[in-house]
């Protein structure tokens, strides 16, 4: 079955500190694999988005990792604030997403909750 | 360019009731896809629209549908709803090919089932 495993649930941390989310997979074929925020009320965000030949990519302070023959990912959010509390969320994708092609299937983990306090 | 929009972004039902969402995607772009979002379940796929077909379907009962239109709006009907229907139901544009395809979320629909 194609499950997306994240870890912590959620996590409280203080501002300008340093934090790794965890995401284990079971998808197969892999595909790509992509980090989302999601701010409370909001619709989620794409931070980063690897494939399997990548292993790790920058967006500001986020830096995603990705080790495909353990299937695990990691976030890792640098020198915090208090706008990054919110929800992240991994994705990973079965096949390659084309618009106007194939089908393509995302499975969702449930997210990791990180506040940020001052 | 204006991101994607859906209304209403809140509604409260009773059990039995139908509803009908709506989503536009960006502009351009010609791909949906329908997401329920809740506490326990997280994301879960509802369905993909490509240029008015339905592309994909998730593992939802009948009472869920869709459709898109020709300018690529689309909307998502639940049937006699459930308690367990409430939940955000968010709607995603895609843009681009390949891997690299980009799916950029609206702000949601929460809807409540009373």
């Known amino acids: 079955k194609n499950q997306v495993e994240q870890s912590p649930q959620s996590l409280i941390i203080l501002e300008g500190k340093n934090c790794t989310l965890q995401c284990n997979y079971t998808v197969s074929p892999f595909s790509n694999l992509r980090w989302y925020k999601q701010d409370t009320g909001r619709g989620p965000v794409s931070l980063t988005i690897m494939t399997f030949s990548e292993n790790t990519k920058s967006n500001g302070r986020y830096t995603a990792t990705l080790d495909a023959d353990t299937k695990q990912s990691s976030l890792h959010i640098t020198a915090s604030q208090l706008s990054d509390s919110a929800s992240y969320i991994c994705?990973?994708?079965?096949?390659?997403?084309?618009?106007?092609?194939?089908?393509?299937?995302?499975?969702f983990g449930k997210g990791t909750l990180l506040t940020v306090n001052p | 360019k204006a991101g994607v929009t859906q209304t209403p972004r809140y509604l409260i039902k009773t059990r039995g009731q139908q509803v009908t969402l709506s989503c536009s995607p960006i502009s351009g772009h010609r791909s949906v896809s329908w997401y329920q979002q809740t506490p326990g379940q997280g994301l879960q796929f509802l369905f993909e629209?490509?240029?008015?077909?339905?592309?994909n379907k998730g593992n939802f009962p009948g009472r869920f549908s869709g459709r898109q239109f020709s300018n690529s709006r689309s909307e998502m009907n639940v049937s006699t709803l459930e308690l367990g229907d409430s939940a955000l139901y968010l709607c995603?544009?895609?843009?681009?090919?390949?891997?690299?395809?980009?799916?950029?979320f609206g702000p949601g629909t929460r809807l409540t089932v009373l």
């Open positions: 995603a544009s895609v843009y681009g090919t390949g891997v690299y395809n980009e799916q950029f």
């Open positions: 629209y490509f240029s008015e077909t339905q592309r």
């Open positions: 994705v990973v994708s079965k096949t390659p997403q084309v618009s106007g092609g194939s089908n393509y299937k995302l499975t």
